[in-house]
C-alpha cells in the first residue's frame, strides 16, 4: 500500500537546482536510504516529505490520516521542559487521544476514531514506551531539566521523541549522529522490526546496509531507485553509470560523424536530408551525463616528530564525583591511527582534551611532544566562525591561504572540496551540515601538523566523501587519534583501539573488528570463569544440605544424556563464535546481527543445559546411601 507519494518535485535555491522532476512513492513497511552528496537535495526532500517545506512545484498525495514522524538534522527542543515532557511532545495526539477518551469527551463516533487511534498507536503504552526508548537510547534522566544538556544528550532526546507515537511514516535525518555503538544495534534491532515505513538519511554504511530495503540515490536533481541494500546499490550504481557513458560515448561518435556531414555542405532540399539535419540538431542539444566530482582531500606533508608524541603515564581523571577513568598508560607512536570508542559520556572527548593538554588530569602525567603540531576538528565544529562567507572562513577573506609549506589560490583550493567559484561569497551559516563538514575539513587539514585528532569526524559527510577521507588518512604518515562510532571507518583506518567499557578501559592493537574479537574472547574467558566457581559454590553448598535424596527414574534416565547435551551446546556455542569472528561474517552486514541473536540463544541453551546437569549431578553425589 502506497503511503506517500510525491511526483515531478521541482526545488531550487538561487542558481543552485537541488530536485528536478523529482517522483518517489513510499510503500508501508519499506525502509528507505536516502543518499547523495552533500548538499544535494536530501534533507530537503526530507522536509517536504515531513510537510516542514514546500517545492516550488510537483504534486503530492499522502493516505488519508498518515501520522509521520521527523527527525530533522536541525532539531528544536523546548528547553523549559523536562526530558519526558520533550518526548512525549512527539506522542502529543496519542496522549491526548488517550485522555479524551478516558473522559468520555466526544460523541460515540468521535470516541470510536479516538479508539482506533490509541490501539493502532499502542496508546495505552505510551508512557512505558518513552520509558523503555529512553533507556535504551540512554538519555539522561527523565526528570532532567532539557536546558542545560549536551548537543549530543538533546539529540537523544529528539529522536525519541520521534519515535515515541510509532507513526505511519518516520522520518530521519542522520539519526545515529552523536550516538555510541551499543545504541546504534538498538536501534538496528528496533527499525528492522518497525511495521511503519522509514525514509532515512545517514552516513553509516553498516546502519545503511542492514537496515535499507531499497535505496533512492539524489543526483544533479534527479532521483534513481535502487532495491536492496547499500552493497545492491553500488552494484546498481555500477551498471547504470556503465550504460549511462556507453551512451555518452555513441552519442559523441554519431555527433563527430554528423558533424563532418554537416560541414561537408549538404544542402538540407530532400526530406531525408532535413531528417538527417533534425536528428543532428536534436542529439546535439542532449544532456550529456553529469559526472560527480569528488572531493581532491590531500593532506600536506607533516613535519618530522620526535621521540615523544603523546605519553600518558598512570592517568586518572575525576571530574565532580565521578571518576572516568583510572591509571591509563599510553604511548602514541608515528605512523599510528588510534580509535577510540565507548558509550556516550564515558571520557572519550574528555581523553582528547587530556591528550591535547587541554584538561589536566586529577593524577598522572600528561606529556605533549615538543615537535607535535596538532590539526584538531572538534564534534561541534566550534572551529568555523560562522559569520562570514566561505572565503572569508578559509582564509580571512585573501585569495591565496597556506597550505602546508606552500601557498596555493584559496578558491581553487575550495573547489578541491567541491564548492564552486559561484558559491565562494556564500554565507557559511547558511551550509548544510555536510557542506559545513568539507568545509571544516578544508580549514583544518591545510594546517599542515604532524598529529591530526578528530572527534566524530564522519557525522554529516556524504559516503563519497567519507570513502576519499578514510584514504587521505590511510595515506597520511603522521599520527592520527580519532573518536567515531562509524564502525566501517573505524576498520578501515586504525590499526589501535581504546575502548571505554563499564568501569575499565582497555586497549587493543588492530582495527574494530579485530577489538571486537578480543573481547568476545575475553568475555567468554569470564563466562567460563563463573561456571567453574559457581560448581564449586554448588559443591559447597551440597555438603551443608539437611535432607539429601535420590534421583527420581525420571531424573536418572534425563542424566544419562544430560552431559553430552551440554557438552553438544557448549561446542555450538564456540562455533558460532568462531562463524562471528570470520571474514566472511564480518564483511557481511546483514548476517551480523542474525549471528549475533544466533550466538546468545545458544548461550542460553547451553548455560540451561549445564546448570541442569550440575544439579542432578550434585543430587546423585548426595543421595542417602542404602
Request: net charge negative; with cysteine; hydrophobic share 40%.
Amino acid at each position: 500500500m502506497t503511503l506517500f507519494s510525491a511526483k515531478e518535485l521541482r526545488l531550487a535555491y538561487g542558481h543552485q537546482t537541488l530536485l528536478d522532476g523529482v517522483t518517489v512513492a513510499i510503500s508501508s513497511g519499506e525502509k528507505v536510504g536516502l543518499v547523495g552528496r552533500n548538499g544535494c537535495g536530501k534533507t530537503s526532500l526530507l522536509k517536504i516529505l515531513a510537510n516542514e517545506n514546500q517545492a516550488d512545484s510537483g504534486d503530492i498525495s499522502a493516505r488519508r490520516g498518515l501520522r509521520i514522524g521527523y527527525l530533522p538534522q536541525e532539531f528544536e527542543l523546548d528547553l523549559t521542559l523536562s526530558v519526558y515532557d520533550n518526548i512525549a511532545a512527539g506522542a502529543a495526539d496519542v496522549a491526548s487521544a488517550v485522555t479524551r477518551y478516558e473522559n468520555g469527551d466526544g460523541t460515540e463516533a468521535e470516541l470510536a476514531d479516538l479508539l482506533t487511534l490509541i490501539e493502532h498507536t499502542d496508546g495505552w503504552n505510551l508512557d512505558a514506551r518513552i520509558k523503555s526508548l529512553s533507556n535504551s537510547l540512554f538519555t539522561p534522566p527523565l526528570e532532567s531539566e532539557t536546558e542545560p544538556l549536551s548537543g549530543g544528550e538533546k539529540r537523544r532526546v529528539a529522536l525519541c521523541s520521534a519515535l515515541a507515537s510509532q507513526p505511519d511514516l518516520l522520518l530521519l535525518d542522520e539519526p545515529t549522529n552523536h550516538l555510541d555503538s551499543e545504541s546504534i544495534r538498538w536501534l538496528e534491532g528496533f527499525l528492522k522490526t518497525y511495521t511503519g515505513a522509514v525514509v532515512f538519511v545517514t552516513h553509516d554504511r553498516y546502519f545503511l546496509n542492514v537496515i535499507a530495503t531499497r535505496i533512492i540515490e539524489i543526483s544533479a536533481g534527479k532521483a534513481y531507485s535502487h532495491p536492496g541494500n547499500y552493497t545492491a546499490f553500488l552494484e546498481s550504481k555500477a551498471a547504470r553509470q556503465e550504460i549511462a557513458e556507453n551512451t555518452e560515448k555513441k552519442r559523441q561518435k554519431f555527433l563527430k560523424d554528423e558533424l563532418k556531414w554537416v560541414k561537408a555542405g549538404v544542402k538540407a532540399r530532400t526530406t531525408k536530408s532535413r531528417s538527417r539535419l533534425d536528428a543532428f540538431y536534436e542529439i546535439q542539444d542532449q544532456d550529456a551525463p553529469v559526472l560527480e566530482g569528488e572531493i581532491d582531500l590531500l593532506i600536506p606533508p607533516p613535519p618530522r616528530l620526535g621521540n615523544t608524541i603523546v605519553d600518558l603515564e598512570d592517568v586518572s581523571i575525576t571530574l565532580g564525583q565521578r571518576t572516568l577513568f583510572r591509571h591509563m598508560n599510553l604511548s602514541l607512536e608515528e605512523g599510528q591511527c588510534t580509535g577510540i570508542v565507548g558509550k556516550n559520556g564515558v571520557g572519550k572527548s574528555t581523553l582528547l582534551k587530556i591528550c591535547l593538554q587541554q584538561l589536566k588530569p586529577t593524577s598522572g602525567k600528561a606529556i605533549l611532544g615538543k615537535k607535535v603540531k596538532i590539526n584538531y576538528i572538534d564534534q561541534s565544529r566550534m572551529q568555523l566562525d560562522g559569520t562570514g562567507s566561505l572565503l572569508d572562513e578559509i582564509s580571512s577573506g585573501n585569495e591565496k591561504i597556506e597550505f602546508g609549506n606552500e601557498i596555493i589560490g584559496a578558491r581553487a583550493y575550495l573547489r578541491r572540496f567541491l564548492f564552486s567559484d559561484e558559491r565562494i561569497n556564500e554565507r557559511v551559516d547558511l551550509l548544510s551540515g555536510g557542506e559545513r563538514a568539507r568545509l571544516m575539513l578544508a580549514k583544518v587539514l591545510k594546517i599542515g601538523g604532524n598529529l591530526i585528532v578528530l572527534d566524530e569526524p564522519t557525522n554529516d559527510l556524504d559516503l563519497q566523501s567519507l570513502r576519499m577521507l578514510e584514504e587521505a588518512l590511510a595515506a597520511f604518515p603522521g599520527t592520527i587519534l580519532v573518536v567515531s562510532h562509524d564502525r566501517y571507518f573505524l576498520d578501515r583506518i586504525c590499526d589501535q583501539i581504546i575502548a571505554f567499557e563499564d568501569d575499565d578501559v582497555n586497549i587493543t592493537p588492530g582495527n574494530f573488528s579485530y577489538y571486537l574479537e578480543k573481547r568476545q574472547a575475553r568475555e567468554n574467558a569470564m563466562r567460563a570463569q563463573a561456571t567453574v566457581a559457581n560448581r564449586a559454590a554448588k559443591k559447597l553448598a551440597s555438603k551443608h544440605k539437611e535432607h539429601p535424596r535420590k534421583l527420581t527414574m525420571a531424573e536418572a534416565k534425563e542424566l544419562e544424556t544430560l552431559e553430552d547435551k551440554a557438552m553438544e551446546a557448549d561446542d555450538a556455542v564456540t562455533t558460532l563464535q568462531e562463524k562471528l569472528c570470520s571474514p566472511e561474517i564480518q564483511t557481511d552486514f546483514e548476517k551480523i546481527p542474525i549471528v549475533m541473536a544466533e550466538l546468545e540463544a545458544a548461550k542460553r541453551v547451553a548455560d540451561e543445559l549445564i546448570t541442569r546437569w550440575e544439579f542432578l549431578e550434585e543430587v546423585k553425589a548426595n543421595s542417602p546411601v542404602k
